[in-house]
């Protein structure tokens, strides 16, 4: 079994200010994580996704994550966020063992962005 | 640029209407999903398909059907619309290896 948590269903930030976005997960083999964002009236877009090696990804608009394997948490984070941040964001993980697997989505955290 | 179509964007129809939501890649993927999205933002999974001919119920139960007739086509039919069935539906597919899920840009189905 696996599962995603995101703990907090909205984060607010000023615009300029460090941005993240809280995931932990449980799997039963390796861990692939992946973030997605999803803008209104749209389908979910990939960020960055955790496979293995260093544990700091780094992704799309200028986005990254940081793999923690003893506390089981892939956070997303963002130096400086902006305005057109603000969205809704998913983590996702399966299991790497299973090239079959499905992925387990977190309930998603919405992120608003204030100028 | 999107690799995976879902037709038609939006929809509204009436009650007990049939219809049927389209879905289609270009990537020569094998696993295909569906997910339902509520505007209290949490995707569920209602069906998927590991290949032509292959079609299993996700993990929240649907009164839709699909089929897998061919690897890109992944239709999801609702034989009887019904107000409970408005929602967003997103349609996903992914390769082999260690990819991520590509998404479609959604339906939203609007049941009147």
């Known amino acids: 079994a696996q599962s995603v948590a995101q703990p907090e269903d909205q984060v607010n930030v000023a615009e300029g200010n460090p941005l993240t976005v809280k995931c932990t997960y449980s799997?039963?083999?390796?861990?692939?994580l992946f973030w997605y964002v999803q803008y209104p009236n749209r389908g979910l877009q990939f960020l960055l996704k955790?496979?293995?090696?260093?544990?700091l990804v780094k992704g799309s608009y200028g986005f990254e994550a940081e793999f923690n394997k003893s506390q089981t948490s892939f956070h997303l984070k963002k130096p400086s966020a902006l305005v057109s941040d603000s969205a809704l964001y998913f983590c996702?993980?399966?299991?790497?063992?299973?090239?079959?697997?499905?992925?387990?989505f977190g309930a998603g955290t919405q992120v608003v962005v204030t100028p | 640029e999107a690799d995976i179509y879902q037709i038609p964007r939006y929809l509204v129809i009436g009650t007990g209407k049939k219809i049927t939501l389209e879905c289609s890649q270009t990537?020569?993927?094998?696993?295909m999903y569906w997910y339902q999205q509520d505007p209290g933002m949490e995707l569920h999974l209602i069906h998927y398909?590991?290949?032509?001919?292959?079609?299993e119920k996700g993990d929240l139960s649907s009164e839709s059907t699909v089929s897998r007739i061919r690897t890109e086509h992944f239709p999801l039919t609702l034989e009887s619309a019904r107000p409970s069935h408005t929602s967003q539906y997103l349609c996903?597919?992914?390769?082999?290896?260690?990819?991520?899920?590509?998404f479609g840009s959604g339906t939203r189905l609007t049941v009147v």
């Open positions: 996903a597919s992914r390769g082999q290896g260690p990819y991520g899920y590509t």
């Open positions: 799997v039963s083999g390796n861990p692939y």
């Open positions: 955790y496979i293995t090696g260093d544990n």
């Open positions: 996702a993980v399966r299991d790497g063992g299973d090239s079959w697997g499905k992925f387990q």
């Open positions: 990537m020569g993927h094998d696993k």
């Open positions: 398909s590991y290949g032509v001919n292959s079609t």
